[in-house]
């Protein structure tokens, strides 16, 4: 973080230092001379508030907490500015394409479209870095570089993804770079090519400077720091004295190789002139291409990946909030001004044939070559291939030990006091091995440049997005970026990638999209918090302000509910049920505790942790909605007004029918036997109310009232009852207890082979049968419409259909009844079978003996009521209850073997004195049914209108 002066504090602006105080910082009193934000090991957050802040209770300054939290920051390395991130990034971009192709690229493109090149390259070079000072600068980085920074921005998912593209992009540089050194070598000393094959020598060479390599990167960072002061020393050495000998070198000279005559010259306009357009040729080291402008710059831009270099050292930099800024930046500027500057002095100096044939054309020119010029080459070379050794073994390292691929996690694991990934770097050594056996750069090249490509334009949608998401945590002390500069930079990354390659471009994006779904499915719950959170809140925070209320159409009505219980064990039937009724539509878990606030607070944040753990460990979609209240009436009562936010509030309260005594055992028969795992999940998923005590039952008028109050709100009532009995396995095998030929037939398909013949039986499907008692009650469409919904669920549409059932007292009015029911079907645009049953056609006598045997089991928890006289007395002069009981056997005798059942019910009564009669009522016609959702609408669902 910046530091502002002492004066600062004068005014009343806070000051920080980034974190990494030494005591060498702290004044005489052991307190630093600016506030420091101190953060623990594993958050980023701050922990305290510097030695200048004073505890709020006793006012001093906590010394003893910093000095723990200072003590808990392991660090393997002190590395600073210089040689943590100049150094290797330096080292990275001075590598293999400065040495070995820029006279080629030259050559090939000529002065101006290389130019051209550097300027597209570094672009994007440059946008990059922005973003990744703006990262880096926004919280502490740990090991890992660029995958850490995307992972804690974007997620685990897309930092995973990039992570392992970006590992395999370091993985092969350092191919790249090992096959660039040994390809020098050979042409620099032709001797020691002991193998007549330049392949194969070049490989072996490139298999032993990998060995010495590896056993350098296993020492250590710090060792590696200590040699990369000497790579930089004769690299700069080799540079300068090649500059200043193409500026200086009087004489001319003769460069040309294998029968292509061509010579240097000093420094000219015209012959800078004659280079300036392209000149695309079929030259070493290509074999058998013909390059053009997209396959020359895929092979120079390898040249400036080295920019990540600093990032991926973070786990050894002291303060890389502000060392990757500074050092990136000063590297990046230094390489692109060389850069510049050789290929105007190549295109003035040499012919084009030299440029095309000699790949050695700086080594050749250069004052003292094998003195001034060949160390430096073959260090630079050598010390990039390091530098990506080292740095995609922080990054697999940082991989294993988030545990987000399991064939990663044994590698997160460090050595000594430094955690030195050793591991990772044995598992690189192979891969880049693997690479070397290619035995030629130019066909690494261009993948390496489309893994880095990527790369780079995930990190900067990583910051494009972390700055437009408006997060205030969010606050990188680096300034000199914006949206459009992070924008810019996603864009130009990947233009290029299609630009280059097409077909190499779609096979990455594949790849990175195949490793996300394995993350996203497989890895394990992480607390980083990403920015995906912030930019869905953003989102539906503007679009929950568009949604109108008063704008709401019945042609858009879909149920939203809000469920009241007091424990999910006894539920969980029905909520599932649900899940898939409300299909697209919102639903709340409604729970109402009894309390004063100040002793339900805890209990309630406890509960709701469990609430979230159930909802998503039963893979259900809701939302808890707990309350905290004197009574359950005034906690419904809340809930009826304040559940849901703006537009989006439930239309629909769902209730468990009235018991005296609900139960708290877990009811699972929704899973059937053939589904294991859904069920152990479903068991997982309840334990955490396990300990919940039940709420205290409610009596039959305060159940009563919450239905009136519900009413009074403009709510659907939806009462549940024996939905212990529902099973899913009836969709996927049902087999009906009392087959209908007219209804059910079994057809089979007759299935012919060289091995077996067999018959297989086409199952029948499952059905949801609405029961109208009256066509003119508009309460039927509610009833009607929720059929629909829930067989617009995949499985239910696949496994079942509607029936609509209607009740008459004779035969005669069931050609009328049907005619009605099919023109309410057809304007309503709904799809159901219609059967009609006549009170006449069915045993009275039957009736009335299940009426008589029902009334002994309601009369335990309603009032007795009035017995039948007589099996011979009409259906027409019985009261009210039995006529109930004689419509619950009907449709006992029909729906049995039925999925679900859907009712339309009266409303509660107005008064309290109708509440028993009315639970009794509900009692009587839903007695031993299936799961049956008794429903009374006070909305308008179906429209006839466009």
């Known amino acids: 973080f910046n530091t502002l002066g002492m004066s600062d504090l004068k005014t009343g602006f806070p000051t920080f230092q980034s974190y990494g105080t030494t005591p060498a910082e702290m004044n005489g009193n052991g307190s630093a001379d600016i506030e420091a934000?101190?953060?623990?090991?594993?958050?980023?957050?701050?922990?305290?508030?510097?030695?200048?802040?004073?505890?709020?209770?006793?006012?001093?300054?906590?010394?003893?907490?910093?000095?723990?939290?200072?003590?808990k920051q392991p660090r393997g390395n002190n590395l600073g500015t210089f040689f943590g991130a100049f150094l290797p990034v330096t080292l990275s971009i001075f590598g293999v394409i400065l040495f070995l192709r820029i006279g080629w690229i030259v050559g090939q493109a000529g002065v101006l479209q290389s130019i051209a090149m550097i300027v597209m390259g570094y672009s994007c070079a440059y946008l990059t870095f922005l973003s990744v000072s703006a990262i880096s600068t926004n919280g502490m980085i740990q090991g890992g570089g660029a995958y850490y920074t995307i992972s804690r921005c974007l997620g685990p998912e897309f930092g995973g993804s990039i992570g392992c593209i970006f590992y395999l992009a370091n993985v092969t540089a350092a191919a790249m770079y090992l096959l660039g050194g040994a390809e020098a070598l050979t042409e620099l000393f032709p001797g020691i090519q002991f193998i007549n094959s330049t392949h194969w020598s070049n490989v072996v060479l490139a298999t032993i400077v990998h060995v010495v390599l590896v056993g350098i990167a296993l020492i250590g960072a710090d060792l590696f720091a200590r040699f990369a002061l000497i790579f930089f020393i004769l690299l700069m050495m080799s540079i300068v004295s090649t500059i200043l000998s193409m500026l200086f070198q009087g004489a001319p000279m003769t460069l040309g190789v294998d029968g292509h005559p061509g010579y240097f010259h000093h420094f000219s306009l015209s012959r800078l002139h004659e280079n300036s357009g392209p000149g695309y040729l079929n030259t070493p080291p290509l074999s058998s291409t013909t390059p053009d402008y997209r396959f020359?710059?895929?092979?120079?831009?390898?040249?400036?990946?080295?920019?990540?270099?600093?990032?991926?050292?973070?786990?050894d930099l002291r303060k890389p909030e502000k060392s990757i800024p500074k050092g990136t930046g000063y590297a990046i500027t230094l390489s692109g001004v060389v850069y510049v500057l050789l290929v105007i002095l190549l295109g003035g100096c040499f012919d084009r044939s030299v440029l095309l044939w000699n790949t050695q054309v700086l080594?050749?020119?250069?004052?003292?070559?094998?003195?001034?010029?060949?160390?430096?080459?073959?260090?630079?070379?050598?010390?990039?291939?390091?530098?990506?050794?080292?740095?995609?073994?922080?990054?697999?390292?940082a991989v294993g030990a988030d545990e987000l691929i399991f064939i990663f996690t044994p590698f997160q694991h460090g050595s000594g006091k430094s955690k030195e990934p050793r591991r990772a770097i044995c598992l690189t050594f192979v891969l880049i091995q693997g690479f070397i056996f290619m035995g030629s750069l130019d066909a690494i090249a261009p993948f390496n440049t489309l893994s880095f490509l990527l790369s780079y334009g995930v990190t900067n949608l990583a910051c494009f997005v972390s700055?437009?998401?408006?997060?205030?945590?969010?606050?990188?002390?680096?300034?000199?970026?914006?949206?459009?500069?992070?924008?810019?930079?996603?864009?130009?990354?990947?233009?290029?990638?299609?630009?280059?390659?097409?077909?190499?471009?779609?096979?990455m994006l594949v790849l990175f999209l195949v490793v996300m779904f394995v993350i996203h499915y497989t890895a394990p719950t992480n607390t980083w918090g990403d920015i995906t959170q912030a930019l869905i809140f953003h989102q539906v925070r503007k679009y929950l302000l568009r949604l109108d209320e008063s704008k709401e159409h019945v042609k858009f009505w879909r149920p939203s509910f809000l469920h009241l219980m007091n424990n999910p064990r006894s539920h969980h039937n029905m909520i599932h049920f649900i899940n898939h009724l409300k299909k697209g539509g919102l639903y709340f878990l409604g729970h109402?505790?009894?309390?004063?606030?100040?002793?339900?607070?805890?209990?309630?944040?406890?509960?709701?942790?469990?609430?979230?753990?159930?909802?998503?460990?039963?893979?259900?979609?809701?939302?808890?909605?707990?309350?905290?209240?004197?009574?359950?009436?005034?906690?419904?009562?809340?809930?009826?007004?304040?559940?849901?936010?703006?537009?989006?509030?439930?239309?629909?309260?769902?209730?468990?029918?009235?018991?005296?005594?609900?139960?708290?055992?877990?009811?699972?028969?929704?899973?059937?036997?053939?589904?294991?795992?859904?069920?152990?999940?479903a068991i997982k998923a309840l334990q955490g109310f396990d300990e919940l005590s039940s709420e205290p039952g409610i009596d039959l008028h305060t159940y009563c009232d919450i239905a009136r109050d519900c009413v009074l709100v403009g709510k659907n009532i939806f009462i549940g009852r024996n939905f212990n009995r529902?099973?899913?396995?009836?969709?996927?095998?049902?087999?009906?207890?009392a087959a209908n030929p007219e209804e059910y037939t079994r057809k089979a398909l007759f299935v012919s082979s060289s091995i077996m013949r067999k018959w297989w039986p086409i199952k029948p499907k499952a059905t949801i049968d609405v029961w109208v008692r009256d066509p003119v009650d508009e309460g039927r469409h509610i009833v009607l419409l929720l059929a629909h919904v829930l067989r617009m669920v995949g499985i239910w549409h696949k496994n079942s259909h509607v029936r609509v059932l209607s009740i008459v007292q004779s035969r005669d009015m069931i050609i009328t009844r049907r005619s009605l029911l099919q023109k309410i079907l057809i304007?309503?645009?709904?799809?159901?079978?219609?059967?009609?049953?006549?009170?006449?056609?069915?045993?009275?006598?039957?009736?009335?003996?299940?009426?008589?045997?029902?009334?002994?089991?309601?009369?335990?928890?309603?009032?007795?009521?009035t017995e039948p006289q007589g099996i011979?007395?009409?259906?027409?002069?019985?009261?009210?209850?039995?006529?109930?009981?004689?419509?619950?056997?009907?449709?006992?005798?029909?729906?049995?073997?039925?999925?679900?059942?859907?009712?339309?019910?009266?409303?509660p009564p107005e008064q309290p004195d109708g509440d028993e009669q009315w639970l009794n009522h509900l009692d009587i016609i839903s007695e031993g049914l299936p799961p049956i959702l008794m429903v009374h609408g006070l909305q308008q669902v179906i429209t006839t209108e466009l």
Not at 727 to 736: E, R, T, V
Not at 828 to 835: G, L, P, S, V
Request: one cysteine or more; aromatic letters at 10%; charged letters at 15%.
């Open 592 to 681: 109402v505790t009894v309390g004063g606030f100040e002793e339900g607070a805890q209990t309630q944040a406890q509960l709701r942790d469990e609430y979230q753990q159930y909802i998503k460990g039963s893979g259900i979609k809701a939302f808890p909605d707990l309350v905290l209240a004197p009574s359950i009436r005034a906690g419904v009562q809340g809930l009826l007004y304040s559940c849901g936010l703006g537009g989006l509030r439930p239309n629909c309260v769902l209730l468990d029918m009235w018991e005296p005594k609900q139960p708290t055992e877990p009811i699972l028969t929704y899973f059937s036997d053939d589904k294991p795992k859904a069920k152990l999940a």
């Open 296 to 315: 020359v710059f895929a092979i120079f831009f390898p040249a400036i990946t080295g920019i990540m270099a600093g990032a991926n050292m973070s786990g």
């Open 872 to 907: 011979e007395m009409p259906y027409t002069n019985l009261d009210e209850a039995n006529k109930l009981r004689i419509r619950n056997n009907i449709m006992t005798n029909h729906s049995m073997d039925t999925a679900v059942v859907f009712l339309a019910i009266p409303p």
């Open 827 to 865: 304007s309503a645009r709904i799809e159901a079978f219609i059967k009609i049953v006549a009170i006449e056609d069915e045993s009275l006598e039957k009736c009335g003996g299940v009426a008589q045997e029902r009334t002994s089991s309601s009369s335990r928890r309603h009032a007795p009521v």
């Open 363 to 397: 080594s050749d020119v250069t004052w003292l070559k094998l003195a001034l010029f060949v160390p430096g080459e073959l260090c630079s070379l050598f010390a990039s291939a390091l530098s990506s050794i080292v740095g995609s073994a922080r990054v697999l390292q």
């Open 726 to 737: 529902l099973n899913s396995g009836i969709l996927n095998g049902y087999q009906p207890k």
């Open 37 to 71: 934000v101190m953060y623990s090991e594993n958050e980023s957050q701050p922990l305290v508030q510097g030695p200048n802040y004073r505890s709020r209770s006793t006012g001093t300054a906590p010394e003893a907490a910093i000095a723990a939290s200072t003590a």
């Open 467 to 507: 700055d437009v998401a408006g997060v205030p945590n969010f606050r990188p002390s680096f300034r000199y970026f914006s949206w459009p500069t992070t924008l810019l930079g996603f864009l130009v990354c990947v233009g290029l990638m299609f630009f280059i390659n097409l077909v190499w471009t779609a096979i």
